[in-house]
């Protein structure tokens, strides 16, 4: 019994000990981190928001027209109907992936086509894609969009989002 008492005694130091420690660590006051996946993804287009940030690939100057092209739109709805449309919806709806409605708003031409065509880099190093994928939680595989294909698919992502 009295092993049992000098047992317990022992366990009830070493709780306060540690107690103490972690009540008398630094009075810092630590930055609120963000830990929704949408806050994480809201904080980096905020900040790559004045870079006009293009992501990681080739394309780094895309020209596009402020009136739609038909036939390019057109193209990408075929594209997007074959190797998108199983994981991204039209509408803010999130599938697999993230939904397409506003994307040209949100991102720069030259970031949605390094995405399509270089997702692995993408993933790996740009903040917003690494937001995206904490909020959807799965990788976005490499379709082998040919640089033409994305930008049809972007051309398409214009004319969901209401360009003429």
């Known amino acids: 019994m009295k092993s049992i008492k000098n047992l317990t005694l022992k366990t009830m130091v070493v709780l306060t000990a540690i107690i103490a420690f972690y009540a008398c660590g630094s009075n810092e006051q630590k930055k609120e981190e963000p830990t929704d996946s949408k806050e994480l993804v809201k904080e980096a287009e905020e900040v790559q928001a004045s870079d006009e940030n293009k992501g990681v690939g080739k394309f780094t100057n895309v020209e596009v027209s402020p009136t739609l ?30 939904g397409w409605k506003d994307v040209t708003k949100k991102r720069t031409a030259e970031w949605i086509m390094n995405f399509s065509t270089n997702p692995d880099e993408m993933l790996d190093t740009d903040a917003i894609a690494q937001g995206l994928l904490e909020e959807c939680l799965v990788r976005m595989p490499n379709q082998g969009l040919t640089d033409d294909d994305a930008r049809h698919v972007y051309e398409f992502m214009r004319e969901n989002d209401g360009v003429k």
């Open 69 to 98: 092209d038909k036939q390019m739109a057109d193209a990408g709805k075929k594209i997007y109907d074959v190797k998108c449309s199983a994981c991204h919806r039209l509408t803010d709806e999130k599938l697999v992936g993230p």
